[in-house]
């Protein structure tokens, strides 16, 4: 397509924006066609060349709609359960979060078109991918942050995601950003020997990054162990009932009875729907003392009362005294209530059980099984800097969830390809108990050893071994990559104002 008709045709341009964020949301699980993280920004990229500073953020805008508006129509799924009078809110709701966060890629094109001084190639390689990549970034962050659909969890497979034990998901996306500008530049730098270069730096980021997944940045610290994940598959309609109360107990029971010869059984997050004190005595301390008469040890999600605070969270039981992570980072309007005052109106037609929660305390590590593990539950696992907080003293990852709020949506199988991301980031094994699924096993490479199928009570078990050392990424965080994008976008945009100046010394003595 010319540059020309997208600048003739503005709505070519910004109908191609809007396709490309629905284009991008096909890289991610469940469908997984990788290279559309590649494709998708590169075209829009290609719709901000020529564009107005008000059309690239317009198109910022549409991308972002067309991203958030699919990939993430999951909310909806997750609203219509918070109680009958939220069902005919939910829609509504649902867009205004989309609208929201559209904003932020709508923010980024204005923010692109600020670098209009400096040459398309300059802008297609580094600036622009560096602002995508500070944009995801501060959309992860900012406001207890959203880092959902990172351009970088789409490549847990794919050779860029080799990149991720050395500069984390950040690095991965800013990667797979600049790729995106190289494509564009390929078809749309004027000089040959610019086009030749980019499609020559293509091959070589592509494939030297691929390389690295070659790479064994941890090591084996102890014998293979037996593991095995509990998918109990509750209903989100019926969990809380207390007339049902009774057969989640024997069902979790009866599941876990039948694999003590694994030396380790993770339940899902809130398996057990009430506080630890109302089921310790007569079933979790027996059960307990069971696992422990065969050598194995549990780690169950359930709530804790501490004081006046309820906190969502992990206990570890087996032959010692039990261990609790609680949860840090609570989810906005699931687990707690923000702005209460204003949105009192909205909280009073919302039935969310278990919605006072409060953040946990405490370290991010418990003793399971005579290793150091680290917990992150539900959503935590979305932020790759909570997670490598337990890191490197922590041998395995254990991640609880309960998806089941979003039904049969895209949201599982994101989740699950998020959970990934975290055991290629640490080089341990992930052992992921989700209530309905997805469920999984995964390698320290990120790959699936065991995955199970959504809707089914079903129990996984495979070997996995403690694994002790750091990646780069474990050791330094998000600190590079974040300080180095920053850094590439203010020399852009020092140069950028240096060169505006030489132009209009030029053309003042002319």
Not at 177 to 187: D, K, N
Request: hydrophobic residues 50%; positive net charge; charged residues 15%.
């Amino acid at each position: 397509m010319r540059l020309g008709l997208l600048h003739e045709r503005a709505w070519l341009g910004d109908l191609l924006a809007l396709g490309s964020g629905l284009l991008t949301v096909v890289a991610f699980a469940p469908y997984s066609i990788a290279p559309l993280a590649v494709i998708g920004p590169a075209l829009l990229f290609l719709s901000w060349l020529e564009a107005t500073p008000r059309r690239m953020a317009w198109r910022g805008y549409l991308f972002g709609l067309g991203l958030f508006g699919f990939g993430v129509s999951w909310i909806t799924s997750g609203l219509s359960l918070f109680g009958a009078h939220m069902q005919a809110l939910a829609l509504p709701l649902a867009s205004v979060f989309v609208l929201v966060l559209a904003l932020y890629p709508g923010i980024m094109g204005w923010v692109a078109s600020r670098f209009a001084g400096l040459s398309a190639a300059l802008r297609l390689i580094l600036i622009w991918p560096a602002l995508w990549t500070a944009f995801e970034w501060l959309r992860g962050t900012l406001f207890t942050g959203f880092p959902w659909l990172l351009l970088g969890d789409s490549q847990v497979a794919s050779a860029p995601g080799g990149f991720a034990p050395v500069l984390g998901d950040y690095g991965v996306s800013w990667l797979v950003a600049t790729l995106a500008g190289l494509l564009v530049c390929i078809v749309a730098c004027r000089r040959a020997i610019l086009r030749i270069g980019a499609a020559a730096m293509v091959l070589v980021l592509w494939f030297g990054v691929g390389a690295l997944r070659a790479v064994d940045w941890t090591h084996p610290t102890g014998a293979p162990m037996r593991v095995s994940v509990v998918q109990g598959n509750v209903p989100q309609q019926t969990k809380w009932r207390p007339e049902t109360f009774m057969r989640t107990l024997t069902r979790y029971r009866d599941l876990t009875r039948a694999h003590w010869d694994s030396r380790l059984i993770v339940w899902p997050e809130s398996a057990i729907p009430a506080l630890y004190r109302q089921v310790a005595g007569d079933y979790l301390d027996p059960l307990a003392a069971e696992a422990a008469s065969h050598g194995s040890a549990l780690m169950v999600g359930l709530f804790v009362k501490r004081g006046k605070k309820i906190y969502n969270a992990v206990a570890s039981l087996g032959a010692a005294a039990p261990e609790f992570y609680f949860k840090h980072h609570l989810v906005p309007f699931g687990e707690y209530m923000p702005f209460k005052h204003l949105l009192g109106w909205l909280y009073r037609r919302m039935d969310v059980p278990m919605s006072g929660l409060s953040p946990g305390h405490g370290g991010y590590t418990v003793q399971a099984a005579g290793q150091t593990v680290d917990v992150s539950i539900c959503y935590e696992d979305a932020y790759g800097d909570i997670v490598i907080r337990g890191l490197p003293q922590a041998s395995l990852l254990v991640n609880v969830s309960d998806d089941a709020w979003f039904g049969d949506s895209l949201e599982p199988a994101q989740h699950m390809q998020i959970g990934r991301m975290r055991a290629l980031e640490t080089g341990r094994y992930l052992l992921r108990a989700a209530n309905t699924g997805i469920s999984g096993i995964v390698g320290p490479k990120g790959e699936v050893l065991a995955l199970a199928d959504q809707d089914r009570t079903e129990v996984l078990t495979a070997e996995v071994r403690p694994m002790g050392g750091a990646t780069p990424y474990v050791r330094l965080g998000n600190t590079p990559v974040i300080a180095l994008v920053f850094g590439v976008v203010l020399l852009g945009w020092f140069a950028g104002r240096l060169i505006n100046r030489s132009g209009n010394h030029r053309g003042q003595e002319s």
